[in-house]
């Protein structure tokens, strides 16, 4: 029982930490006169990765590889099957409105450059620094494009999904004692969160006689995909279906290229064949199902919620 409540511990104070580190850092990078946009594109985007990224880390430095890959393939597929499909079970998501195909493309472009590495077995520094290149120019795009939409002043809904001015973790009032607290907490937690995450997954799949990859898929991907689940459903009540499928396009797009990316630095990370065989082919189809709604003008129904929901749920089912 401890190591299921320690894992669940060690979830939280991840939660929390990455939150905290993401309002610090924000907040600093406003009040030393970074411009919005740049803390929207990067600190924003890398913080609210940053439990992942620390799992990944921190499973890599234990020789736990299996959580590392298994935390970022599995939160992909999560990600796109549970977290837009729980909300889609509350109300519909209108992406029919939404013009998210530059990013989506970007999004499979990255699916597919990460399923090539991996059949190498191994992925290395030079995989590393493959990944964060096509990160890099990503980035690159991305601010080239809000920079002339915002030059340029024009569009609504998912075209302009929000002021670059307005982010949701910015206080400019907010006093520099507690934006040291906030980087303080961030800093201290994330790798203590992670520690004790990946030590007792690592622990509850040797008693229960099941695989790191499968505790990966499972287990670490779901806790480290709640908060973009949080986010979605938010964003489904409020009609924002704009903010919905773009957290989870951008959200998957930084598992894959910065996640692995980062963490070969820390050491090499071995593919388990099962991945080959299974689990990054569930990946890329799950992908593959946002087709309808981001070439057809499709929304993402009640029934599209059952049946991502159900696939997902499946898909555990096969794996256990």
Known sequence: ???????????????LAGDALVRGAVNLSLRLGVPALIVSLTIVAFGTSAPELLIAISAVHEGADGIAMGNVVGSNTANILLVLGIPALMRALHTSECSTRRNYIFMLGASVL??????????????GLILLAALAGVLAVAFRDARNHRRNGNGK????????????EADPDMPYWR???YLLLGLIGLPLGADLLVDNATIIARLYGVSE????????AVGTSLPELATTVMAALRRQADVALGN????????????????????PIS??????????????????????????????????GVILTALYLAYLFVLF
């Open 114 to 127: 990460f399923i090539g590495l991996a059949f190498g077995g191994t992925f290395t520094v030079w995989s």
């Open 1 to 15: 029982m401890m190591p299921w409540l320690y894992s669940a511990l060690g979830l939280v104070i991840l939660l």
């Open 157 to 168: 809904g998912c075209a302009a999904d929000a002021d670059l001015e307005e982010i949701e």
């Open 271 to 304: 593919v388990d064949p099962e991945f080959l065989q299974f689990d990054l082919w569930v990946m890329l189809a799950a992908s593959l199902l946002l087709i309808p709604f981001v070439f057809f003008k499709q929304d993402i129904t009640r029934i599209w």
């Open 248 to 267: 989870v396009i951008g959200s998957n797009m930084f598992n894959l290229l910065a996640i692995i990316g980062i963490a070969t630095f820390i050491g």
């Open 213 to 220: 990859t499968v505790i990966g898929l499972t287990l670490v």
């Open 179 to 181: 934006v040291g607290l």
